[in-house]
């Protein structure tokens, strides 16, 4: 549209507040602003003064405008934004962030859990968030956990499953994780009591649970209860701690947004620093694309409103860095001279410009569009770096776990053209060995395992990583020459500390670059093992630590400690059976070497 053209047309535009809409040739809505003048407004775009590209570009593509008056400026600037957010017009500023934040849920369910998740279902529950760092998140829940006893497991707790004894409490009741719900040891009331000292941490209410906790400290040492008042008055000093590495300005601050704007040639970059009773509960730099040359003071207002929308903020105050038309009548705006709102906006600016250096090293580094490395590229690297005389297509990993010598067990991980396949992980129960040998452990499980592809007539990987020292690589090789497979693959050995790599018969070991792809492969390797067999050990272990008592009895296998545990659910009860009633179940052979064992004494 021309200016001529426009002219024609100005008269239809009213001396009103309003919003303009530009559309282009094809009826799309490319561009949507405000104005306290809609005329005047307008008549800006075609004004020969306009010297910015990008406006003329703009100019050049509209075929038609579109106004809507209303009453006030506030309507202008909400209608403005409820329109921008349903059409996305090509021209106007766009946040550059279609991230899912995370959030800390509270669940509607009896005895809720508490945990991170990026889906907010409308069933009842407590949502906190989103947060816009998950460490932030995971190191909450962390210190919450540690402080709050708070059940982890998903079991469904109603009062028919735990009062008919469906459940039994796990390794975390034993380690004071949690305080066994579903055996009934805690009621809904005391667990509720629990969940508000959770609901005051999320809100950064502190002061409540402190005052909770010096109670419950003082009841203690009423009772002489010395060693419990001394766990609480820890626990006391690290809420303190939390609460001064938290606290920058004066906890009767009450609630404030803080925003910061910094802007080049195409870029604008906003900080967000958000405030509850002093605390800094989040910090957040949001890039957004200029599609023309908007200043600071039109950029930020539409910042604002798209920030605190997408992080659900609703402060009533806003401290920002210069003046605005900003017209919320429910929000009042600072521009904050001295004192501890002078601070705030100060760190804000200070994260601002570190956010957008930053960026421009990035750039200069040329990483900002940096691709991921091609996996068959690192493939190439580690069979140079280890001299393989083939292509290590197919890699595997074992690794040993046990606890004090019981329940010990081994995994291999595979990965196939550089990348884990899952599908082919395995773990084994260690049969055949009896303590702690490890070596010995990584001889079945090696030798296990290179049987059963045997037998299967499938294909060997051209790599194998031991995950420990010359000893368990020396045991792996015994494996290996039983099944007479000496030749068919590569066998190194990871030592734990080093991370140096051994061969079978080399005295000296070969360490490769840390921060090169081979040994950054190998790592990630390495770290899978250990996920995949800890995981699987932590699952044995905390099965074992019911069925081990029963099972330790002389005439009492496997099978009939399960089948008492799954008739009688727990050794307490199983302790108390008569005889007659241990010998409907499992004969009277095995009853009564059962009973003996657990009557002695009489």
Same mark, same amino acid.
């Given at each position: 549209m021309t200016s001529s053209e426009f002219q024609n047309i100005a008269h239809t535009i009213p001396h009103k507040p309003g919003v303009?809409?530009?559309?282009?040739?094809?009826?799309?809505?490319?561009?949507?602003?405000? #104005?306290?003048?809609?005329r005047k407004?307008?008549?800006?775009?075609?004004?020969?003064?306009?010297?910015?590209?990008?406006?003329?570009?703009?100019?050049?593509?509209?075929?038609?405008?579109?106004?809507?008056?209303?009453?006030?400026?506030?309507?202008?600037?909400?209608? %403005?934004?409820?329109?921008?957010?349903?059409?996305?017009?090509?021209?106007?500023?766009?946040? @550059?962030?279609?991230?899912?934040y995370p959030y800390i849920v509270i669940k509607n369910e009896p005895f809720p859990r508490v945990y991170l998740t990026r889906r907010v279902v409308k069933? $009842?529950?407590?949502?906190?968030g989103p947060y816009t760092s998950v460490r932030t998140v995971r190191d909450l829940l962390e210190f919450i956990r540690t402080y709050i006893p708070l059940r982890t497991c998903s079991l469904r707790l109603t009062d028919r499953n735990i009062y008919g004894n469906k459940f039994k409490v796990c390794l975390e009741y034993h380690l004071g994780n949690c305080k066994g719900p579903c055996e009934g040891y805690q009621t809904a009331e005391e667990?509720?009591?629990?969940?508000?000292?959770?609901?005051?941490?999320?809100?950064?209410?502190?002061?409540?649970?402190?005052?909770?906790l010096k109670a419950e400290m003082k009841e203690h040492a009423e009772k002489l209860e010395f060693e419990k008042a001394e766990i609480v008055r820890k626990k006391i000093e690290s809420f303190k701690e939390y609460r001064a590495k938290s606290t920058v300005v004066s906890s009767r601050m009450g609630d404030v947004d803080v925003f910061s704007i910094l802007k080049d040639n195409k870029k604008a970059y906003v900080n967000f620093l958000q405030v509850r009773h002093g605390s800094i509960i989040q910090s957040k730099t949001s890039i957004f694309e200029c599609k023309l040359d908007e200043t600071e003071e039109e950029i930020l207002p539409q910042a604002i409103v798209q920030i605190r929308e997408k992080l659900h903020s609703f402060a009533k105050l806003l401290v920002i860095p210069f003046e605005i038309s900003f017209p919320e009548e429910e929000i009042s705006l600072r521009v904050p001279k001295v004192g501890d709102k002078k601070k705030l906006l100060d760190l804000s600016q200070k994260n601002t410009q570190y956010f957008y250096d930053e960026m421009q @090293?990035?750039?200069?580094?040329?990483?900002?569009?940096?691709? @991921?490395?091609?996996?068959?590229?690192?493939?190439? #690297?580690?069979?140079?770096?280890?001299?393989?005389?083939?292509? /290590?297509?197919?890699?595997?990993?074992?690794d040993n776990s046990n606890f004090q010598g019981s329940y010990p067990v081994a995994a291999c991980v595979v990965f196939k053209n550089g990348v884990p396949s899952k599908k082919d992980y395995r773990h084994f129960n260690i049969k055949t060995v009896k303590g702690i040998d490890d070596f010995a452990s990584m001889k079945e499980a090696v030798y296990r395992r290179y049987k059963r592809l045997l037998d299967e007539k499938k294909s060997l990987p051209q790599l194998v990583i031991i995950d420990g020292g010359k000893g368990q690589l020396g045991a792996a090789m015994e494996a290996v020459? %039983?099944?007479?497979?000496?030749?068919?693959?590569?066998?190194? $050995?990871? #030592?734990?500390?080093?991370?140096?790599?051994?061969?079978? $018969?080399?005295?000296?070991?070969?360490?490769? /670059?840390?921060?090169?792809?081979?040994? @950054?492969?190998?790592?990630?390797?390495?770290?899978?093992?250990?996920?995949f067999g800890v995981t699987f050990h932590r699952q044995k272990r905390s099965k074992g630590t019911f069925k081990n008592e029963l099972e330790q009895i002389d005439g009492i296998g496997k099978k009939t400690a399960e089948?008492?545990?799954?008739?009688?659910?727990?050794?307490?009860?199983?302790?108390?059976?008569?005889?007659?009633?241990?010998?409907g179940e499992i004969g009277r052979s095995r009853a009564g070497v059962v009973w003996r064992y657990f009557h002695e004494e009489t």
């Amino acid at each position: 549209m021309t200016s001529s053209e426009f002219q024609n047309i100005a008269h239809t535009i009213p001396h009103k507040p309003g919003v303009y809409k530009y559309f282009d040739e094809e009826e799309t809505i490319i561009y949507v602003g405000k #104005a306290k003048d809609l005329r005047k407004r307008v008549g800006s775009y075609f004004s020969r003064s306009v010297e910015h590209y990008k406006t003329k570009k703009l100019v050049e593509k509209i075929r038609r405008i579109e106004v809507t008056i209303v009453d006030t400026e506030q309507d202008a600037f909400l209608l %403005e934004n409820s329109l921008i957010k349903q059409y996305q017009p090509r021209y106007n500023i766009n946040l @550059k962030d279609d991230k899912t934040y995370p959030y800390i849920v509270i669940k509607n369910e009896p005895f809720p859990r508490v945990y991170l998740t990026r889906r907010v279902v409308k069933d $009842g529950s407590e949502y906190y968030g989103p947060y816009t760092s998950v460490r932030t998140v995971r190191d909450l829940l962390e210190f919450i956990r540690t402080y709050i006893p708070l059940r982890t497991c998903s079991l469904r707790l109603t009062d028919r499953n735990i009062y008919g004894n469906k459940f039994k409490v796990c390794l975390e009741y034993h380690l004071g994780n949690c305080k066994g719900p579903c055996e009934g040891y805690q009621t809904a009331e005391e667990y509720e009591k629990n969940l508000d000292q959770v609901r005051n941490i999320l809100k950064g209410h502190l002061s409540p649970v402190l005052n909770l906790l010096k109670a419950e400290m003082k009841e203690h040492a009423e009772k002489l209860e010395f060693e419990k008042a001394e766990i609480v008055r820890k626990k006391i000093e690290s809420f303190k701690e939390y609460r001064a590495k938290s606290t920058v300005v004066s906890s009767r601050m009450g609630d404030v947004d803080v925003f910061s704007i910094l802007k080049d040639n195409k870029k604008a970059y906003v900080n967000f620093l958000q405030v509850r009773h002093g605390s800094i509960i989040q910090s957040k730099t949001s890039i957004f694309e200029c599609k023309l040359d908007e200043t600071e003071e039109e950029i930020l207002p539409q910042a604002i409103v798209q920030i605190r929308e997408k992080l659900h903020s609703f402060a009533k105050l806003l401290v920002i860095p210069f003046e605005i038309s900003f017209p919320e009548e429910e929000i009042s705006l600072r521009v904050p001279k001295v004192g501890d709102k002078k601070k705030l906006l100060d760190l804000s600016q200070k994260n601002t410009q570190y956010f957008y250096d930053e960026m421009q @090293k990035k750039k200069a580094l040329n990483l900002e569009q940096k691709k @991921k490395k091609d996996p068959q590229q690192v493939l190439f #690297a580690l069979q140079e770096d280890l001299q393989l005389p083939v292509l /290590p297509k197919h890699i595997e990993c074992f690794d040993n776990s046990n606890f004090q010598g019981s329940y010990p067990v081994a995994a291999c991980v595979v990965f196939k053209n550089g990348v884990p396949s899952k599908k082919d992980y395995r773990h084994f129960n260690i049969k055949t060995v009896k303590g702690i040998d490890d070596f010995a452990s990584m001889k079945e499980a090696v030798y296990r395992r290179y049987k059963r592809l045997l037998d299967e007539k499938k294909s060997l990987p051209q790599l194998v990583i031991i995950d420990g020292g010359k000893g368990q690589l020396g045991a792996a090789m015994e494996a290996v020459r %039983e099944l007479e497979l000496t030749g068919s693959m590569t066998l190194v $050995g990871l #030592a734990k500390r080093e991370e140096e790599l051994f061969f079978p $018969g080399d005295s000296d070991s070969l360490k490769l /670059p840390y921060s090169g792809e081979s040994m @950054k492969l190998i790592r990630f390797i390495r770290d899978q093992v250990h996920r995949f067999g800890v995981t699987f050990h932590r699952q044995k272990r905390s099965k074992g630590t019911f069925k081990n008592e029963l099972e330790q009895i002389d005439g009492i296998g496997k099978k009939t400690a399960e089948q008492l545990l799954t008739r009688f659910r727990s050794i307490k009860k199983i302790r108390k059976l008569t005889q007659r009633e241990l010998t409907g179940e499992i004969g009277r052979s095995r009853a009564g070497v059962v009973w003996r064992y657990f009557h002695e004494e009489t």
